[in-house]
């Protein structure tokens, strides 16, 4: 059980905190509702940057990593296709500093030629390490560009391409800035060796004179559904064929991705887990095999990915009848009660064991309280599913109409 404390700041600034006595260290942690899925298409990889840039010194405080490291600190963040998120570790006596930092940066980052100049170096470096020259590293430039055609999703984190991040104007990042960046368009979450009541005191004192902000409004159309089987065969500099059928999902809080999300688990979780027993052992064709879902908040991807042992037209094939023929035998198992609470404990142990640390607990508190929901109940959505729920849910996402596949050969 995490017991929490949450409330709201008059700017519509959401916090939720978290007490933990089993650490002298604080965490805190600033998620923002905004993703790459707030980029415009001819300008992509504008909310991965702006990752970079908040580290980037903000109105009053120039050197943001030295100001934390004077603290005994540290800091990071990450970006995904639906939030920013910045979180600080500090010594429970400077929390404060924590408070000082991110509330000075959600005001305003130090908006200058020279820092947008750095960081989008840093940037386009970063693409070209993860993207470009990386095996499989565009993999996921060619899956979304076959699976979306209308929404944002169709495009990675770090962006379409490097061009897009070198041709970014101060204006139009202090334009995305101030339209997404926002106490009204975030939540705080504190925990650690701190108490309610302080953690109320600090965050009205850091963030409660920020003025909430007009928010961007999301107005791209919804995906249509597809009607016919996608294909795309690509080469590059990889050391075996690759094959990855993706099928679009629900998003998130639907009984649908609690369906999909239990269904990959049982799939491809683990040495007991059906692809481990019936496909990787029982066939010398596959390096590995997996099952996964991408966890997006808008309707969303279900992944079955494998990597053959030897590449050709003939083995590419027979991969994929055998991947295929074992899905349409997971659509018409019967998962015993035990079988699904056995796996549903897994999940639960994971989760638990997830959270342990304070800095995690701020972080997944932070996504609850986003969405609204109690951190302690979430396993209950997934004890509630029925072997029946699986099964047509497993027909509902399964269909070969909606089947994208990637072939990702040697050159």
Request: one cysteine or more; charged letters at 25%.
């Amino acid at each position: 059980m995490i017991d929490t404390t949450r409330f709201e700041l008059s700017n519509g600034l959401r916090v939720v905190h978290n007490y933990d006595g089993n650490t002298a260290m604080v965490a805190v942690n600033v998620l923002y509702n905004v993703g790459s899925r707030d980029e415009d298409s001819n300008l992509t990889g504008l909310a991965h940057l702006f990752e970079h840039l908040m580290f980037g010194g903000s109105v009053n405080i120039p050197d943001f990593d030295g100001a934390i490291e004077r603290a005994g600190g540290k800091n990071n963040a990450w970006t995904s296709n639906d939030f920013t998120n910045f979180y600080d570790i500090v010594p429970a006596q400077n929390a404060e500093t924590a408070f000082w930092l991110e509330s000075d940066r959600m005001l305003s980052p130090a908006f200058t030629e020279r820092t947008l100049e750095v960081q989008r170096s840093v940037v386009i470096e970063e693409f070209k390490q993860q993207c470009l020259n990386r095996p499989y590293g565009d993999m996921s430039h060619h899956l979304r560009k076959m699976i979306y055609k209308v929404h944002p999703y169709q495009w990675p984190v770090i962006g379409k391409e490097p061009s897009h991040i070198a041709k970014v104007q101060l204006s139009e990042a202090q334009e995305f800035f101030f339209s997404h960046y926002a106490p009204n368009n975030a939540v705080l979450s504190v925990s650690g060796n701190i108490s309610a009541d302080e953690t109320r005191r600090l965050a009205e004192k850091w963030f409660g004179d920020i003025p909430r902000r007009e928010i961007m409004p999301r107005n791209y159309s919804p995906e249509p559904e597809q009607r016919e089987p996608r294909i795309v065969e690509v080469k590059g500099r990889v050391p075996s064929t690759d094959i990855t059928i993706a099928y679009p999902m629900q998003g998130y809080g639907t009984k649908q991705y609690y369906c999909a999300d239990l269904l990959t688990d049982l799939m491809a979780n683990g040495e007991s887990s059906i692809f481990y027993r019936e496909l990787l052992m029982e066939s010398d064709l596959f390096t590995s095999v997996d099952a996964s879902i991408l966890g997006s908040e808008e309707p969303g991807v279900l992944m079955l990915n494998m990597r053959l042992r030897e590449g050709g037209a003939e083995n590419e094939q027979r991969a994929i009848a055998i991947l295929k023929s074992k899905v349409e035998d997971v659509i018409h198992r019967q998962f015993s009660d035990e079988h699904l609470t056995r796996a549903i404990n897994k999940m639960e142990s994971a989760m638990l064991f997830g959270n342990i640390s304070y800095l995690s607990k701020a972080q997944s508190l932070a996504l609850s309280e986003y969405h609204k929901e109690d951190i302690n109940e979430v396993i209950l959505r997934y004890r509630e599913l029925t072997n029946a729920d699986l099964q047509r849910a497993s027909e509902e996402i399964f269909r070969e109409e909606h089947s994208n596949t990637l072939i990702y050969r040697p050159l």
